[in-house]
């Protein structure tokens, strides 16, 4: 079973690495020639364990370079020679050294060398392209959902992204958070679909959102405003998958001198609210459409109004962390787990959920998942809050 890379936001990548190699197949070369120098001894002078010696270039393909499966290539002919006609290492005679026998071996070392020499150099190109791919992949990940500033105002945001493919870097689900006059007004949603239309569409709806949170006056023109823009980006591409192509979404507008919490629900699962270790969804069961559905719908958005005090928590998740299946098929209960740990400081929340996704579906998500929090702080007068926890 795979492990999943940490879903706590890192540093952006600064350069292009190859893939490392385990310590054991590096190793792997001198652990075989060991094993023939143990075997060698044991065994019969009629028997030539040198010949083992051959496969040595394949085994060092496996984690080498080109140039070093070369060098180990004519280490493996001069060696098999040497246990060919040492008397005091083999116990054979000089005279073995060019029986025909041996001859052959140091032809077959020579071309077993010699492919493994261009596999090799085949296998370093795939890891080098690939290294490249991963870069390429981190620098849009990173432009598309870029780390979200920890602290807003009064305001502790932190998030997480976990691909449900190991190796695919970014997907459809989506998250942000932009201080605006307003108050601080997030996001999270997730696209209906996969690959690059669904990272388009989430692309697509980002940009709409940061431009428009400063704009828009209220959380219904909000929405509406990137329910244009989907509507507009979709009519202007082709495809049968054009239609199919909505978002579910949670709006959220955080006015900390208020101590409000403004929610504008597009068919996405309902945030939390943790306060004093209780937790309960902030759904009132009037969501609206999913984001380029609602026009076709044509209803308008209702905004939940909530209190938000000093020390209280929201948690914003898409539905792969709720349909995360464990072994025996229940679906994760989200709400429970997060009522049984009690309070924690939000960035310790994100890590206790990380892991406790991985373990509870033993490593096997199903489904991308995000997850953001935002912590509102105790007032400034009330003490210094740079005790509070996670601060």
């Given amino acids: 079973m795979r492990r999943h890379r940490p879903a706590i936001e890192a540093a952006a990548p600064d350069r292009r690495r190859l893939p490392a190699d385990p310590a054991w197949m590096r190793w792997l070369p001198v652990f075989y020639v060991a094993g023939v120098l143990a075997l060698e001894p044991l065994t019969p002078v009629q028997w030539p364990v040198s010949f083992l010696l051959i496969a040595l270039p394949l085994v060092a393909a496996f984690a080498h370079g080109p140039v070093f499966v070369a060098g ?14 040492t008397p005091c290492c083999a116990g054979r005679s000089v005279g073995y050294l060019w029986d025909r026998h041996y001859v052959t071996a140091y032809i077959c070392t020579a071309l077993v060398g010699a492919l493994a020499t261009i596999l090799a150099s085949h296998r370093t190109r795939r890891e080098r392209t690939l290294a490249d791919v991963r870069f390429v992949a981190d620098i849009a990940q990173h432009v598309l ?39 601080v007004r997030l996001v999270i949603g997730d696209v209906r679909g996969k690959g690059l239309l669904a990272v388009e569409t989430a692309a697509t709806l980002l940009g709409a959102f940061r431009e428009a949170a400063h704009e828009e006056a209220d959380l219904p023109a909000l929405a509406g405003r990137v329910e244009t823009s989907m509507a507009r980006r979709a009519e202007l591409m082709s495809g ?77 998740y898409t539905d792969g962390i709720t349909e995360t299946r464990a072994p025996d098929g229940s679906f994760y209960p989200l709400v429970d787990r997060v009522r049984s740990w009690g309070r924690l400081p939000h960035r310790e929340l994100l890590v206790r959920l990380h892991h406790d996704l991985l373990d509870y579906s033993h490593d096997r998500l199903r489904d991308d998942v995000a997850a953001l929090t935002a912590c509102l702080l105790p007032d400034q007068g009330a003490g210094d809050v740079s005790t509070y926890p996670g601060a």
Wanted: proline share 8%.
């Fill in 72 to 85: 180990v290539t004519a280490f493996a002919i001069v060696f098999e020679g040497v246990l060919a006609g």
């Fill in 145 to 183: 959902l870029r780390p979200l500033p920890h602290r807003i105002g009064a305001l502790l945001v932190d998030s997480f992204y976990v691909s449900a493919a190991a190796e695919a870097r970014i997907g459809g689900d989506l998250y942000e958070a932009v201080p605006t006059t307003h108050g």
């Fill in 240 to 316: 049968s998958e054009v239609g199919e192509r909505f978002v579910t979404a949670v709006f959220a507008e955080i006015a900390a001198e208020d101590q409000v919490l403004r929610i504008v629900n597009c068919g996405h699962p309902p945030p939390l609210l943790i306060r004093s270790g209780e937790v309960r969804e902030l759904g009132t069961g009037r969501s609206g459409p999913p984001l380029n559905l609602g026009m076709l719908v044509g209803e308008p958005y209702h905004v939940d109004v909530h209190a938000f005090r000093p020390g209280d928590q929201m948690l914003m």
